[in-house]
C-alpha cells in the first residue's frame, strides 16, 4: 500500500469517527456550552452530513486508486 493510500484511509477513519461523534451528539441531545453560548443542534446536523461526505470521498479514491493498481 502506497504512503498516500494509507493517508488517505487514516483521514477518512478519522472522519467516519468525527461523524459519529456528531451523530451521537443528535441522538443524545447533550449541551454543549462555548464560552456560555449553547451550541445550537443544527451545528452538528451540518457537522455530520459534511463529515460523511468526506469520509465516503475518501474511502472511494482509495478504493478506486487500489483497484487500478492492482490492474
Known amino acids: ?4 493510500t ?4 487514516v483521514s477518512g477513519t478519522i472522519f467516519g469517527i468525527v461523524a ?3 451523530l451521537a451528539r443528535l441522538i443524545t441531545g ?4 462555548i464560552a456560555g453560548f ?3 443542534v443544527w451545528v452538528n446536523i451540518v457537522g455530520f452530513l459534511a463529515t460523511c461526505i468526506l469520509c465516503i470521498w475518501l ?3 482509495t478504493i ?3 483497484s487500478i493498481n492492482e490492474t
Request: glycine share 0%; net charge positive.
Open 64 to 66: 478506486n486508486t487500489s
Open 6 to 9: 494509507f493517508a488517505l484511509r
Open 38 to 40: 449553547s451550541l445550537p
Open 1 to 4: 500500500m502506497k504512503s498516500t
Open 30 to 33: 447533550v449541551l454543549i456550552l
Open 20 to 22: 459519529l461523534l456528531h
Open 59 to 61: 474511502w472511494s479514491i
